[in-house]
């Protein structure tokens, strides 16, 4: 299984131009230097996120959508939990909940309040925007299993976050 995981994310970052990374890589530091140099780096923490959110977005848009290479036959399956009776999408659906952690960690490093309904949505939004696109411009398999995963990544991100903040204050 391990091969298969590292399979799938070499797939998933070999899909990609390398210039797309280099100019993504140069837009985040440069805006991070200047977020830091006008709000100081307590204050700007917030800004950086979110420098750091749209980035990460616009990547796992590039490897579902954008580079995509555009299928013929591409389907889709809207009935939840198929994916549960195919054992060979095992890595698939584990990899779709890990890959939005880090949104759901961004997005919970932001709310203040703990606003996990949020969170939630934004998640679960991103997700729905990713797999329309791939069903209206036939670049990959469209389903709800996908959005299922991608939302459980995202709550799991924002509990990683106000699960260690909940630890420090306790």
């Known amino acids: 299984m391990k091969e298969q995981i590292t399979e799938y994310v070499i797939s998933l970052y070999r899909d990609i131009p390398t210039a797309v990374y280099e100019g993504l890589l140069s837009v985040l530091c440069l805006?991070?230097?200047v977020i830091i140099a006008c709000y100081g780096l307590k204050r700007g923490w917030r800004k950086i996120a979110g420098?750091?959110?749209v980035g990460y977005v616009f990547?796992?848009?590039c490897s579902?959508?954008?580079f995509?290479?555009?299928c013929e036959g591409a389907g889709h399956e809207?009935?939840?939990f198929w994916s549960y009776s195919r054992?060979?999408?095992l890595v698939e659906n584990i990899m779709n909940v890990v890959v939005f952690i880090p949104i759901?960690?961004?997005l919970g490093s932001w709310s203040r309040n703990g606003s996990w309904f949020i969170v939630t949505v934004i998640g679960c939004s991103i997700s729905i925007s990713i797999e329309a696109m791939q069903f209206f411009f036939h670049r990959g398999f469209a389903e709800t299993d996908d959005v299922m995963h991608n939302t459980i990544g995202c709550i799991a991100g924002y509990i990683l976050v106000h699960g260690s903040r909940l630890m420090v204050k306790g």
Do not use: H
């Open 51 to 53: 420098l750091l959110l």
């Open 59 to 61: 990547v796992i848009y």
């Open 68 to 70: 995509r290479k555009v």
């Open 104 to 106: 759901g960690m961004i």
């Open 87 to 89: 054992p060979e999408l």
């Open 78 to 80: 809207f009935k939840p």
């Open 64 to 66: 579902t959508v954008i």
């Open 31 to 33: 805006g991070a230097v």
